[in-house]
Nanobody, 122 residues
Framework: QIQVVEFGGGLVQTGGSLELSCAVSGCIVSACDMGWFRQALGQEREFVGSMSTSGSTNYGDSVKGRFTISRDDPENTLSLQMNSLKPEDTAVYYC????????????????WGQGTQVTVSS
């Protein structure tokens, strides 16, 4: 059984930075395709970024150049560094593991964390 837990959400001002972490048990992150998604109130879950087992990353258009995904193999965690945050980045952020389809689609992952709230104040 794979379990996914996100850490690091909170309140930050516009232009600020925040780092989210995703701890995974039951799967080695370097052997699992991983992804980050977010869901704002009343909106559909949106692709933020992904890291494949090869270490290749891909980002959604709205976060390219501002967000960076990295992997800590000894700690078995995946991080999302978010810079130059905007109010429109406010959402619940989810980490996902174990791809069963497209890495950019919420339908492409089997295991999900409970989500962590990120709020960017203007």
């Amino acid at each position: 059984q794979i379990q996914v837990v996100e850490f690091g959400g909170g309140l930050v001002q516009t232009g600020g930075s925040l780092e989210l972490s995703c701890a995974v048990s039951g799967c080695i992150v370097s052997a699992c395709d991983m992804g980050w998604f977010r869901q704002a109130l009343g909106q559909e879950r949106e692709f933020v970024g992904s890291m494949s087992t090869s270490g290749s990353t891909n980002y959604g258009d709205s976060v390219k150049g501002r967000f960076t995904i990295s992997r800590d193999d000894p700690e078995n965690t995946l991080s999302l560094q978010m810079n130059s945050l905007k109010p429109e980045d406010t959402a619940v952020y989810y980490c996902a593991a174990w791809s069963i389809g497209s890495l950019t689609s919420p339908l492409g992952y089997r295991y999900w964390g409970q989500g962590t709230q990120v709020t960017v104040s203007s």
